[in-house]
């Protein structure tokens, strides 16, 4: 069955530390991956995607995220929080035909000053 | 900000009535997907449409339903409504040939009481 897993459900960094968040996934094919994030009361807005070639993208507002299909995982990453990256981030993964995705519970990302 | 809007944003039913949620899809999109997050919850698939036919359906009941108009936007209607109905409903939508991304829209908070 497909299946997305975020562990973490809340986390919490320092503005202009380092960020890592979990994603790891279930998916019976080649799986399309993205990670998304959702401001309070807002849609989804996405930050990358990964549908094949290089394992290492680049998405919007600095984020990047790394494809390890050995270890089923497409973590997030982002060399330098800011305050304004304060939101929800889910990881989302759909077959070919996107004509569903399955998205992961989210992780709420909390930025101290 | 995406093309794909959603009315009403805000909704407040009672117990037992029937919703109608709208979505207008970016321009040029064929492609229309429901989902309903729950507070707290990733996003759920519902369903989704492309050129006015259901299009693959996720674990809902028969009270969730949809259309598809000509134009692409689509309308979302849910009768009997229950508590547990109470949710974010989120539209995205995407040109199914190009294999896109989908865009969300800001979504319809619904309230049943």
């Known amino acids: 069955a497909q299946s997305v897993t975020q562990p973490d459900i809340h986390i919490t960094v320092s503005e202009g530390a380092s960020l890592e968040l979990r994603c790891n996934y279930s998916?019976?094919?080649?799986?399309?991956l993205f990670w998304y994030v959702q401001s309070p009361g807002q849609g989804l807005q996405l930050l990358l995607k990964?549908?094949?070639?290089?394992?290492l993208v680049q998405g919007i507002k600095g984020f990047e995220a790394e494809f390890k299909r050995s270890q089923s995982s497409f973590n997030l990453r982002k060399p330098s929080v800011h305050w304004s990256d304060a939101a929800e981030y889910f990881c989302?993964?759909?077959?070919?035909?996107?004509?569903?995705?399955?998205f992961g519970s989210g992780t709420k990302l909390n930025v101290k000053p | 900000e995406t093309g794909v809007t959603q009315s009403p944003t805000h909704l407040i039913k009672t117990r037992g009535q029937q919703v109608t949620l709208r979505c207008s899809s970016q321009s040029g999109h064929n492609t229309v997907s429901w989902y309903q997050q729950a507070l707290g919850q990733g996003p759920q698939f519902i369903f989704q449409?492309?050129?006015?036919?259901?299009?693959g359906r996720g674990n809902f009941p028969p009270r969730f339903s949809g259309l598809q108009f000509p134009n692409y936007s689509s309308e979302l209607n849910v009768n009997a409504l229950e508590l547990d109905d109470s949710a974010l409903y989120l539209c995205a939508s995407s040109i199914r040939e190009m294999n896109t991304e989908a865009f969300f829209g800001q979504g319809t908070r619904l309230t049943v009481v």
């Open positions: 989302a993964v759909a077959g070919y035909n996107f004509n569903k995705f399955y």
């Open positions: 449409y492309y050129r006015e036919e259901e299009n």
């Open positions: 990964y549908f094949s070639g290089d394992t």
């Open positions: 998916y019976g094919a080649t799986p399309y």
